[in-house]
């Protein structure tokens, strides 16, 4: 069966980074689209970035753009999600999906918590 399983995330001051990763199985990574999305406390969804099957394309939320930077390694099964400059608003659950033909989502793994703070 499909798996994504995050890691990478906890806690780190504002101005700093992190690296998460999503490890993929039970599918054929290489030919879907994956996508990171995140659910701050007390808040809905937030689609955050993704990337195409070739890493030939990606997209980013205005909120993160130019601070976060998605790529993938298909030899891997691996998607990672880059992020710097962070500041206390991106404390979120972050969670990796993979994304159906049009682009809508498909499954999720369980999430991983990022939290900025001093």
């Known amino acids: 069966q499909v798996q994504l399983v995050e890691s990478g995330g906890g806690l780190v001051q504002p101005g700093g980074s992190l690296r998460l990763s999503c490890a993929a199985s039970?599918?054929?990574?290489?030919?879907?689209?994956m996508s990171w999305v995140r659910r701050a406390p007390g808040k809905g969804l937030e689609w955050v970035s993704d990337?195409?099957?070739?890493?030939?394309?990606?997209h980013y939320a205005d909120s993160v753009k130019g601070r976060f930077t998605i790529s993938r390694d298909n030899a891997k099964n691996t998607l990672y999600l880059q992020m710097n400059s962070l500041k206390p608003e991106d404390t979120a659950v972050y969670y990796c999906?993979?994304?159906?033909?049009?682009?809508?989502?498909?499954?999720w793994g369980q999430g991983t918590q990022v939290t900025v703070s001093s």
């Open positions: 990337i195409n099957s070739g890493s030939s394309s990606t």
């Open positions: 999906a993979n994304l159906n033909s049009d682009y809508s989502f498909g499954s």
């Open positions: 039970g599918f054929t990574f290489s030919r879907y689209a």
